[in-house]
């Protein structure tokens, strides 16, 4: 029993059934992070990372088509307050699923490279980095320029921008979708 092994989920490596009924005994109150990525199956880390996506490219398509252009219609006097407080709010709703959707999708790039096809993992992560690059070094500095108050050219900059990113989330939503099939 001890030099026989046991395969656990695709592609995630080869476990002794004495090491996996080790990590599970009452015990080991942690297991290890190599037992958790090793028990997933791949099926899983693909639907997560669509979750994951498609709840991004849902608040992508409320922020693109609602939220960016009622900005116009925000009246200057109140626009410092309103955009301080729209850009507190929203990181509360955004940052922890982008940062989730980060790790998952370089945990499926990985687990997936030999697996996928047409080097999928790899596509899905790079256009997670695309979404975190036109985040940080587009819609940033045009909510950096709003805090300074209201701003018609950055609003229109900033709703014309955000395409970039509303597409890449509904094409990474699209492509874990066509996995997930």
Known sequence: MGTEMLAVGARFGRFSRERLRAAQAPENRYVSLEIIFSLMSLHTLILLNFAAAAYLAGLIWTVQVVHYPSFGLVPKAAWVPFHAAHTRRMSYVVMAPMVVELGLAIWLAWAGRTVLPG???????????????????????????????????????????????????????????????
């Open 119 to 181: 080097g999928a993992g790899w596509w899905s992560l790079g256009l997670v980095g695309l979404i975190w690059a036109a985040t940080f070094f587009i819609s940033v500095p045009f909510h950096n320029r709003l805090e300074k108050g209201f701003d018609y050219i950055a609003i229109d900059g900033l709703t014309r921008t955000n395409w970039l990113r509303t597409l890449a989330w509904t094409a990474r939503a699209a492509l874990l979708g066509w996995l997930l099939a």
